[in-house]
């Protein structure tokens, strides 16, 4: 049975862009949250964008050139602050425009798309940036709040069937097909909305990192809502 008082434990909440780089994670600290209350009209972006595909790119010249309302330039000089700040920290920010995600369909008993909780994982050392500006937002669930699906029993036993290999081959198996990087809510779980506007910086699986990295997971987008994320 998971405490109510677990939750949110891990996430600690910032009031500036300085403090959201500059904050360290420690302890059970792996997502450090600038929270904010947008000012403009993001859906006005949203929909003066034609969406042909599932997912597309949105480039800042693209964005410079869409006619906007003031309240819709107003959204969209938030957007252009927001990826030159990362920019400038060395990051490579990049804004979708999200109607859904493909989903994995090739092992239908354990996907391994972004809808599925999972953790980001980097040979070098980064952090994940992500924030949404219209739509559903992204959902963050403490570890003590998740396990890991490939150390429950039954899942494990269902993956070496599919594995077929030599038993030493089986862990890089796990790692080469990202089932490793996937967990589940543990029952009575809390997962956390980070709410719009929020830019979240989140802890990666990587050898320098001292703290364990930030379970989360995209949301279900609502028909016809599409998202404005960004991320990097």
């Known amino acids: 049975m998971i405490d109510v008082s677990d939750t949110g434990s891990q996430i600690h909440y910032v009031t500036n862009f300085q403090d959201l780089v500059g904050t360290p994670f420690h302890d059970e600290i792996n997502a450090i949250c600038w929270t904010r209350k947008l000012l403009g009209d993001f859906s006005e972006?949203?929909?003066k964008i034609e969406l042909n595909e599932n997912i597309a790119v949105i480039e800042a010249k693209e964005l410079l050139e869409l006619p906007l309302s003031e309240q819709?330039?107003?959204a969209r000089e938030i957007i252009l602050n927001d990826m030159k700040l990362l920019k400038d920290l060395g990051a490579s920010p990049i804004l979708n425009l999200i109607k859904y995600y493909e989903r994995d369909e090739n092992y239908p008993f354990f996907p391994t798309d972004v809808y599925s909780f999972h953790?980001?994982?980097s040979p070098l050392p980064i952090d994940t940036f992500l924030c949404t500006y219209y739509g559903e937002s992204s959902e963050?669930?403490?570890?003590?709040?998740?396990e890991q699906k490939v150390l429950v029993?039954?899942?494990?036993?269902?993956?070496k069937k599919r594995y077929q290999g030599e038993d030493e081959g089986f862990e890089l198996f796990l790692s080469d097909h990202f089932f490793d990087l996937h967990y589940r809510a543990k029952p009575k779980a809390y997962p956390i909305s980070v709410g719009l506007g929020t830019i979240c910086r989140l802890a990666v699986d990587h050898p320098e990192s001292k703290v364990l990295p930030c379970v989360h997971r995209a949301p279900k987008e609502k028909t016809g809502e599409n998202r404005l994320l960004l991320i990097c």
Do not use: F, M, S
């Open 119 to 121: 953790v980001d994982r």
């Open 45 to 47: 972006i949203v929909k």
């Open 153 to 159: 029993p039954e899942i494990r036993q269902e993956l």
């Open 140 to 146: 963050l669930l403490p570890n003590a709040q998740a």
């Open 72 to 74: 819709g330039q107003l």
